[in-house]
């Protein structure tokens, strides 16, 4: 797995993920700050949203699944429509997106979208940092009347929109708990093969 980190300082935390755009894969930042470091730096960010994947699994299991996942479309569709980076903060929680929080699983947010052509939170999302998306046919799928305000050419997907993921785990449970490499995990995130994982250097001191 060593020759797929970057190994990177904070100081350097942007041009990282520039870097692992640029290779054409969605960043994975892995930040073990106890104060998230990474998250806190993006919440200051005027040109970045973040998604709290944890609040998913939560919420999920209190309400329908059809509340969360308009919670995430509204997350996501935000972010294409300014042209935002998406960071997706797992946290120390492992959301399953590979086979729960998405569009293949529509029959069970509700049997009236099966068929219906609209998308909530596609896999897509996490290809190529989110470029997938940029496509006109995406705006069509995930877009509603109610984000169009102020008029119906506000449905857009600009171009500075992209999409990264971050977590709290340790690198050497990155396998496990994020990609299936154990038996016994269920869910994570979609093929690893569409990740380059950045870990962020820690102060020893």
């Not at 500075?160 to 396998?175: A, E, G, W």
Request: with cysteine; hydrophobic share 35%; aromatic share 10%.
């Amino acid at each position: 797995m060593e020759d797929e980190i970057i190994y990177s300082e904070l100081v350097d935390l942007e041009s990282s993920v520039e870097a692992s755009f640029q290779s054409g894969r969605t960043p994975l930042i892995i930040d073990t700050s106890f104060d998230d470091k990474v998250c806190t730096f993006y919440s200051y960010q005027m040109d970045a949203i973040i998604l709290e994947a944890k609040m998913l699994i939560i919420e999920s299991s209190r309400q329908p699944l059809y509340n969360s996942m308009e919670k995430a479309r509204r997350c996501l569709v935000n972010a294409m429509k300014f042209g935002k980076l998406l960071v997706i903060r797992l946290g120390t929680s492992s959301p399953d997106f590979r086979d729960k929080y998405n569009d293949e699983n529509l029959e069970k947010v509700s049997n009236d979208l099966v068929g219906s052509n609209l998308s909530f939170f596609p896999k897509e999302v996490f290809y190529s940092g989110g470029k997938e998306l940029h496509s006109e046919l995406w705006v069509k799928r995930l877009f509603r009347e109610e984000d169009m305000t102020p008029h119906k050419n506000f449905a857009i997907c600009r171009d500075t929109f992209r999409v990264c993921v971050t977590s709290q785990l340790p690198i050497d449970k990155i396998d496990e708990c994020l990609f299936g490499a154990s038996e016994e995990n269920f869910g994570g995130l979609p093929d690893k093969s569409l990740f380059k994982i950045i870990s962020i250097k820690q102060d020893d001191s």
